[in-house]
């Protein structure tokens, strides 16, 4: 994959991610009437998975969104995982191909 492309799915990551995040919160106010600050809380609560349990959602509508938003936000963390994986391993192998054919030369 040529490094432009790897390069624009980091930057196509980071973007999904600020997106999810600021999705999240308006959903969670919206939805729950709860602070922006609240909303921005429960909303990286759901996507790191940690749960802590002092915020829960009480409409269904929260409940369902929570439910569809923690698995596309676990979804997303891993294909980033992948691409920053992907991208990490093929700098070390080209870094190493230069290391090799330098101390030939």
């Known amino acids: 994959m040529p490094r432009d492309k790897e390069k624009g799915l ?3 990551c980071f973007g999904m991610l600020f997106g999810l995040l600021a999705f ?3 959903f969670f106010h ?3 009437s709860w602070s922006y ?3 921005f809380y429960f909303t990286a609560v759901t996507m790191t998975t940690v749960g802590y349990g002092d915020l829960v959602p009480h409409t269904p ?3 369902v969104g929570v439910a569809i938003f923690a698995l596309f936000a676990v979804g ?3 294909y980033s995982l992948n691409v920053l994986a992907r ?3 093929r700098q070390r192998i080209e870094h190493g191909h230069w ?3 330098r101390r030939t030369d």
């Open 10 to 12: 980091i930057v196509l």
């Open 24 to 26: 999240g919160t308006f």
């Open 30 to 32: 919206y939805v729950e």
């Open 37 to 39: 600050v609240d909303s």
């Open 61 to 63: 509508e929260g409940r």
């Open 76 to 78: 997303f963390a891993f």
């Open 87 to 89: 991208y990490a391993m």
């Open 99 to 101: 290391l090799k054919k």
